[in-house]
C-alpha cells in the first residue's frame, strides 16, 4: 500500500497562492490515479481535482477552475496542487487520495489512501 503526506498549507491573504505538495512513499504513484478534496467542519469531503496516472486527463470543480491546477511528478513521487487567486471560501483541510479504480473519479468513496490533511485558511 501507499502512504500519502501533504504539505504547503498556511494563512494567506485573499488573491494570494500556495502550492500543495502530497508525497508518496510504500509505493510508486504511478499505480494510482490521484486526487485534491477538502473538508470544512461539519461538511462532507469536497472533490477539488484530479489527474490520471500518466498525468494525460485532469479535472478540476468548478469553483476552482481557472484558479487552481493539479499536476504531478511521477519520478518524485509527488502530486502537485496550484492554488491562485485564493478566496476565503477556499479556507479548509486540503487532503490528497490515491484510487486504484482503472479511471480518475470525483467521488472521494473511490479512493483506497488518504493523507492526513494540510491546513488552508484564506483571510479577506
Known amino acids: 500500500q501507499v502512504q500519502l503526506v501533504e504539505s504547503g498549507g498556511g494563512l494567506v491573504q485573499a488573491g494570494g497562492s500556495l502550492r500543495l505538495s502530497c508525497v508518496a512513499s510504500g509505493r510508486t504513484i504511478s499505480s494510482y490515479n490521484m486526487g485534491w478534496f477538502r473538508q470544512t467542519p461539519g461538511k462532507e469531503r469536497e472533490f477539488v481535482a484530479r489527474?490520471?496516472?500518466?498525468?494525460?486527463?485532469?479535472g478540476h470543480a468548478d469553483s476552482v477552475k481557472g484558479r487552481f491546477t493539479i499536476s504531478r511528478d511521477n519520478a518524485k513521487n509527488t502530486v502537485y496542487l496550484q492554488m491562485n487567486t485564493l478566496k476565503p471560501e477556499d479556507t479548509a483541510v486540503y487532503y490528497c487520495?490515491?484510487?486504484?479504480?482503472?479511471?480518475?473519479?470525483?467521488?472521494?468513496?473511490?479512493?483506497?489512501?488518504w493523507g492526513q490533511g494540510t491546513q488552508v485558511t484564506v483571510s479577506s
Open positions: 487520495g490515491a484510487a486504484e479504480l482503472s479511471s480518475t473519479s470525483r467521488d472521494p468513496r473511490r479512493y483506497d489512501y
Open positions: 489527474i490520471s496516472r500518466s498525468g494525460g486527463t485532469t
